[in-house]
């Protein structure tokens, strides 16, 4: 069916915008590699946010009502061996989010110039709080032993990634609005060729 692949990119908030021409001289069928590397890209960026999240709340909720009346000592080896493995979910994922997050951004940032002062406040509570729980989280898992005075750490970054999901939320919505309704001015500006 002819449009109804545009209709669902459209959908997805993969427009033609400043930041690429889409569907320039194509058929509604084919995508170009910027494209499918942008749904690729808010894909692995998604899939990894649920992985961090996910491993945060196993580890700090899960793992120790499971562990509950254990042996000291058993209790002890089984959150020692979750923390070594948490400790390369939190590497990898610092990398996915920073370079798939900057992709992302770098898609999106026509957009999100349409309407700087929403747009850019809410992207950078995003940003903030995403780099935020990360440090605290390479903080609380520095070192070969468990501190237990940074425990706290990781239940304060489960919070700030909690709060940076619903900013991204938030900004997804405001970035299909801001590209729905741009300024009046811009768009006379535009139209008369005086853009800077």
């Known amino acids: 069916m002819p449009g109804v692949t545009a209709v669902r990119i ?7 915008g400043a930041w690429a021409g889409t569907f ?11 494209t ?9 960026h998604l899939i990894t946010a649920c992985v961090l999240i996910g491993s945060a709340f196993f580890l700090q909720v899960i793992l120790p009502m ?4 254990l042996e000291p000592g058993t209790h002890l080896e089984i959150m020692r061996r979750c923390r070594r493995g948490f400790k390369m979910v939190v590497h990898s994922s610092l ?21 700087p002062g929403i747009t850019h406040g809410v992207f950078g509570i995003h940003v903030l709080l995403g780099l935020g729980a ?15 005075s940074r425990q706290s750490w990781v239940k304060v970054s489960l919070v700030l990634l909690f709060l940076a999901v619903a900013a991204a939320s ?27």
């Open 10 to 16: 459209a959908r997805l908030g993969l427009r033609d």
């Open 24 to 34: 320039r001289n194509r058929s509604d069928d084919d995508m170009d590699a910027l």
């Open 36 to 44: 499918v590397a942008g749904v690729f890209s808010r894909w692995l």
């Open 66 to 69: 499971g562990t509950r009346g």
């Open 95 to 115: 990398l996915l989010l920073l370079l798939t997050g900057a992709f992302n951004a770098w898609r999106a940032w026509g957009d999100y110039s349409r309407r």
């Open 134 to 148: 990360l440090v605290l989280l390479l903080l609380a898992f520095a070192g070969r032993e468990a501190r237990p």
């Open 170 to 196: 938030t900004l997804k919505r405001l970035r299909e609005w801001a590209h729905d309704h741009p300024r009046a001015d811009r768009i006379s500006r535009v139209t008369s060729g005086t853009m800077q």
